[in-house]
Every structure is written in structure tokens, then in C-alpha cells.
């Protein structure tokens, strides 16, 4: 994480606590216990009780909402998630009702917690100041604009910096792809950051890239949802020793099926509008429908992304729409948990950006793909993959 990233993430939670009021809430439940366990018969006490756990519900809720994986992430990378996790008040709760016939337990419990996040938010408080004291901040997006970052777990490449190249090649490729298929011309893919606990890629991008990536991730990300009742049922087949079967090769046909469609919704969306030679559009939907598999499977095996826009109220029609899209999708992505079974690539199907089947299967041998038909698929790249 940039120190750059840092400072965002820490302006991030302390607005987010004053806005939803959280460390208050928490404070006004421990005030009320404590009151409790000294006169327990007393209305007035239960009842700033509920009032203060209600409230502290409420901020609680808006948690999930309010943080975008990748945020997660940060925040959990520094000892933040179980101050702003959104089962806090849940647990709060259970702690009051567990003991309400011995609430000075419950008030103990309330009264770690409390102190601890109090802690915390001091912390990040006083780095807030220190980091603006040193001039750091955080690149702020100007109005009318948005921005996107790609977060490359290690597991993707194991740390081999080939491996770490194909992943950079892939994202060039992508971007330049669906920006020659939307505005008729490549973009040269330009970095804007780069940080390496998790290396995340930000990237310069147009805007009408930017929408159509977050709504073709957004299309797999909601279809996700039925693969993964599929793996749930594969894995019951499982448990119950009935691999091997029909119904097993069905589901993997429905997984097959599902992507497939995502697959070609996605780039008929990316190509609707293309005005360009119908020999080139051919060979750009060769392209985009290996990157946007490519791109699938990858999400399923770790990768994220991340999107940013910044609304403009002097903005043209078009201009809003997108960026009202970019923001709304951004907040609602929830990407996938890595599993050790990936359903749609294992690592040995990717061979320089090509994609041998969508299933996970053991390492394809690279005798079967040449250099020519690597550049056949991806004509766009000026770039040899290989």
C-alpha cells in the first residue's frame, strides 16, 4: 500500500465514523449499561438502552454498504475490520441479550470493545495528522471523472515476476481492446499508481472503458451467485461419493453455459455501437471474448477491481450516466472468495492470454498454442506475448 493509498484509507474510516455515528453509539450503550448494573430496576436506564443499541444498529447496517471490497481489504490489513465490520452490532447485541439477568458481563464486553476501538481511531486520527504534516495525500479524482485499479493477489503470478508480466500484459490488453471496440481507436494504457503489498495496477482509462469494464464486471459478478449454488451442490455430490456422474457432468455443462452467455452479452455490449471495418470487428470479438473469459476466471482465482467516479452536475447526459453508473456499481461489486477448486480456470489454461476450455482441468500442455494464434486473437497488441 502507497502512502498515498494509506491516507485515503484513513481519511476513509474516520469520515465514515462521524458520519454514521458509531463510536458514539457504541459509547451511549456502555453509559447505559453501566447505569443498569448500578440501579438494574430503573425504566429509564432500559430504555436509553434500547434507544442507544437501535441507534448503533442502524450505523452498523450501513457498513456494508459503505465499503468497497478493496477497502475491506486495507482495513483489515491494518487491524481495522473489527471495528468496522458490519456484524459488529449484531454481536453487541448478543452479548446484552446473553446476559440480561447479569448485565455488568455484557457491560465488561461492551466496555473492551469500546476502549479498543477508541484506541484504534486515535491511531488513525494521529497518522492522519502525521502523514499531513510529511504533505502526503491522497490523489484526489476531479469532477466529471473516474478511475479504476486492479488488485493482483500473489497467488495469481506465486511471486515469479514472468508470471507477474503476463498479468500486467493481460490488463493493457483489455483496456486497449475495448477502448479500440468503443471509440474505434487502442488507448495506450497509461499507469497512474502502483503498490506492491497487494500490487495493485491504477490505471488511466476513458471514461465509456471505464462504465462498460464495471457493468461487464458487474454482469459476472451477479451470475457468480448461481455458480456458486453449482459448487455447493458439487460439493454435496462429493461429500456423498457420487463423483463421476451424469448429474455432475450437467453441472459442469450449467457453468459452462452460464459464463458462455455472460461472456457474449458482454461483448455484444462492448461492440453495439463499433462503426469500424466488419473484418476488424470480427477479430475484436475474437479478442474481447477471450479477455473477458480470461477476466472471469481470474476474479473467480483473486483478482479485483476496483472503480472510482466523481459525479459533475455540468456534465454532458452521457457523461453523468456513466459516471452515475461507475459510482452505483462500485459500491454493490462483491467479488467472489478465493476457493483451491476454481470452477472456470486453473492457472495452466492461461498461456500467454490464451484460454484453452472454461473448466478447471490440470495443466494444458503449451505445445498446443503457437505464437501465431496468440497474436491472431489479440491483433490489437502490439506487443509479442510470449
Known amino acids: 500500500m502507497t502512502a498515498q493509498k494509506l491516507y485515503g484509507t484513513l481519511k476513509f474510516l474516520d469520515a465514515l465514523d462521524n458520519k454514521l455515528g458509531l463510536q458514539t453509539n457504541l459509547e451511549a450503550i456502555l453509559a ?21 443499541m437501535a441507534g448503533f444498529e442502524a450505523a452498523a447496517a450501513k457498513l456494508r454498504d459503505s465499503i468497497t471490497p478493496s477497502r475491506a481489504t486495507a482495513i483489515a490489513d491494518m487491524g481495522g475490520a473489527e471495528f468496522f465490520d458490519p456484524l459488529i452490532a449484531e454481536k453487541v447485541k448478543t ?21 479498543r476501538r477508541d484506541a484504534f481511531l486515535g491511531v488513525v486520527r494521529s497518522a492522519i495528522q502525521s502523514l499531513e504534516e510529511l504533505n502526503i495525500r491522497e490523489s484526489a479524482l476531479a469532477p466529471g471523472t473516474a478511475d479504476l485499479a486492479f488488485l493482483i493477489p500473489r497467488d495469481l503470478f506465486e511471486n515469479h515476476l514472468d508470471e507477474f508480466a503476463k498479468e500486467l500484459r493481460f490488463i493493457d490488453r483489455l483496456i486497449r481492446d475495448l477502448s479500440e471496440a468503443l471509440t474505434g481507436q487502442p488507448q495506450a494504457v497509461e499507469l497512474k499508481e502502483l503498490s506492491s503489498s497487494i500490487p495493485t495496477i491504477a490505471v488511466v482509462a476513458g ?29 454435496r455430490l462429493k461429500k456423498a461419493g ?11 455443462e450449467k457453468v459452462t453455459t452460464i459464463v458462455e452467455e455472460v461472456v ?16 476488424r470487428k470480427n477479430e475484436l470479438e ?4 477471450q479477455d473477458t473469459k480470461r477476466l472471469f476466471g481470474q476474479i473467480e482465482r ?12 455540468s456534465a454532458g ?7 452515475g453508473n461507475v459510482s452505483t456499481l462500485s459500491q454493490n461489486m462483491q467479488f467472489p472468495e478465493v476457493t483451491n477448486e476454481p470452477l472456470l480456470l486453473a492457472s495452466g489454461e492461461i498461456l500467454e492470454g490464451e484460454i484453452h476450455g472454461m473448466k478447471a482441468t490440470k495443466k494444458t500442455s503449451k505445445t498446443s498454442t503457437t505464437k501465431k494464434e496468440v497474436h491472431k486473437v489479440t491483433k490489437s497488441d502490439k506487443t509479442e506475448d510470449g
Do not use: C, H
Open 264 to 279: 457474449e452479452e458482454s461483448t455484444s455490449l462492448v461492440l453495439i455501437d463499433y462503426k469500424g471495418e466488419p473484418t
Open 207 to 235: 471514461l465509456i472503458v471505464i462504465d462498460r469494464l464495471a457493468t461487464i464486471v458487474n454482469k459476472f459478478l451477479d451470475a457468480w451467485k448461481k455458480l456458486e449454488e453449482i459448487r455447493d451442490i458439487r460439493a
Open 302 to 313: 483473486g483478482l479485483t477491481i476496483e472503480f472510482r467516479a466523481v459525479p459533475n452536475p
Open 317 to 323: 447526459e452521457e457523461d453523468k450516466k456513466a459516471l
Open 95 to 115: 452479548s446484552i441479550q446473553s446476559n440480561a439477568m447479569t448485565p455488568s458481563v455484557a457491560m465488561d464486553f461492551v466496555q473492551y470493545l469500546a476502549s
Open 32 to 52: 447505559a449499561l453501566t447505569s443498569l448494573v448500578a440501579a438494574p430496576a430503573q425504566p429509564t436506564y432500559q430504555s436509553a438502552l434500547a434507544d442507544a
Open 242 to 252: 457420487l463423483t463421476g456422474t451424469r448429474t455432475e457432468d450437467e453441472l459442469d
Open 286 to 289: 475474437t479478442a474481447i471474448k
